[in-house]
């Protein structure tokens, strides 16, 4: 199953608009690997996603700061619940290798924070930066 970018997810905020794209691009690209190229492959994606995926969580973190956003710490929170996650996962794949759990729990994940953080948490911040950004 592809997830996809639509109008829904964006937040008007350019840079973060297209990290969002980025992200979501990669995380495709682990969902529709083919089977023989998993072993190999999935350990180069998990990397950039969670190198950039951190970048991203920074870059909002940073703005946020910036602006004296007044729900910065609970934004930042489910940031770090999503990094805390992630990690798991990566452990769990150092230790067993791309097995169909591991690329389902992503993809899981994947899907639960585009529908609950990008539509919730992040358009929420958006919607109170609009102005303030130029
Ligand atoms: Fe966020
Ligand atoms: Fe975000």
Redesign the pocket.
């Known amino acids: 199953m592809d997830i996809k970018w639509d109008e829904s997810l964006r937040t008007g905020v350019a840079k973060?608009d297209e990290?969002?794209m980025g992200i979501i691009e990669r995380i495709n690209a682990l969902i529709n690997l083919p089977e023989n190229e998993k072993e190999t492959e999935v350990d180069k994606v998990l990397r950039f996603l969670g190198g950039y995926v951190i970048e991203?969580?920074q870059t909002?973190e940073n703005i946020m700061i910036k602006y004296k956003y007044p729900d910065y710490d609970s934004h930042k929170a489910e940031h770090m619940s999503f990094l805390k996650n992630y990690s798991q996962l990566k452990r769990l794949f150092e230790k067993e290798g791309a097995t169909e759990l591991i690329i389902q729990a992503t993809q899981n994940q994947a899907v639960d924070w585009i529908i609950n953080?990008?539509k919730k948490i992040?358009k929420k911040m958006a919607a109170f930066l609009k102005d303030k950004i130029a």
């Open positions: 973060i990290q969002h991203h969580f909002e953080h990008i992040d």
